[in-house]
């Protein structure tokens, strides 16, 4: 590829902030061998660190250093350089050095999120859970808006079997987020895993609501599949077992008219796979909503 395309293509990665670290490799080092960097003005700088990353990825550690080394130069001090030299020694050092670095940068810029983010990733790739769990607690006593966090958070808390404490995390997101329907589906699915059926069901609904186009004639796609598949397990479950509406923790009440919404699902799951003439879910799936 040619320099201007080359240049083109990264500037769009950039813009996208999309993360292709092969094709940013090799494009970026057509750049770095023209010495054309340097004329890219301001850019420059956006592009070394684009290229020390997607480098990192790829294991070219040696052109990685060569961009650290100019941006160091360039700004020395600077915490975003910080942060990027320390993606590096997680990269090739041991945790525990990357997680001396990151507290070593926070006792002297104890209030930057990129370093809290990075030690909270450390630990959580050690294994030690607690640890980053009490981080990500005072992280977010002092960011408390920053939406990721706190579902990184409810993730933590999913992956030891600790639901309520997810869904009281995902809480905050849906407080901050109100409008994403991808958090409200993660907390259906979650209130399904911890055994609320009622609100399960009442929150893939709302997930449908909020995803769903005017379209009714198209068939479900993406979030809209997964969000229907949690409303046929729901309703199964409550149809089999009435109980199951009483042992809601939430008190959420169940609709009035679960068969129809039952045959719903059924319905829009048929729709989401009719075309499917080859794969595994061209019969998996017809012969899994006749058991259900």
């Known amino acids: 590829m ?9 500037s769009a990665y ?34 070394l660190e684009q290229l020390a990353l997607a480098a990192i990825d790829v294991g070219r550690i040696d052109i990685a250093d060569q961009c650290l080394q100019q941006l160091i130069d360039k700004f020395p001090g600077s915490p975003r350089v910080d942060c990027l030299e320390g993606i590096r020694i997680e990269a090739t050092e041991s945790p525990e ?17 990129a370093f809290w983010k990075r030690k909270i990733s450390v630990l959580r790739r050690m294994g030690k859970i607690e640890r980053a769990v009490e981080a990500l607690v005072e992280y977010l006593d002092t960011f408390y808006t920053d939406v990721e966090a706190w579902a990184e958070l409810a993730d933590i808390y999913s992956s030891c079997n600790q639901y309520t404490s997810a869904m009281q995390s995902l809480s905050h997101v849906l407080l901050l987020s109100p409008q994403n329907p991808f958090y409200v589906l993660l907390f259906a699915e979650t209130a ?21 186009t005017d379209e009714d004639s198209l068939p479900p796609t993406g979030m809209l599949i997964r969000a229907w598949y949690g409303v046929k397990l729901c309703t199964r479950r409550l149809l089999k077992d009435t109980r199951l509406s009483s042992k809601s923790a939430s008190h959420t009440p169940v609709p009035g008219s679960l068969s129809l919404i039952d045959s719903l699902a059924k319905e829009r799951l048929d729709a989401a796979y009719q075309d499917a003439q080859d794969g595994p879910c061209a019969k998996l799936v017809p012969s899994w909503l006749v058991q259900v």
């Open 192 to 212: 399904y895993t911890s055994g609320d059926v009622p609100l399960a069901l009442k929150m893939f609904l709302n997930t449908i609501d909020m995803a769903d």
């Open 2 to 10: 040619d320099l201007p395309s080359a240049l083109q293509r990264l």
């Open 14 to 47: 950039r813009a996208r902030s999309t993360r292709a670290s092969q094709d940013i490799f090799d494009k970026g080092l057509v750049v770095l061998n023209s010495k054309s960097a340097s004329k890219l003005g301001d850019d420059s700088w956006e592009f």
């Open 97 to 113: 050095m990357a997680l001396k670095f990151y507290e070593e940068l926070l006792d002297a810029d104890p209030v930057n999120a």
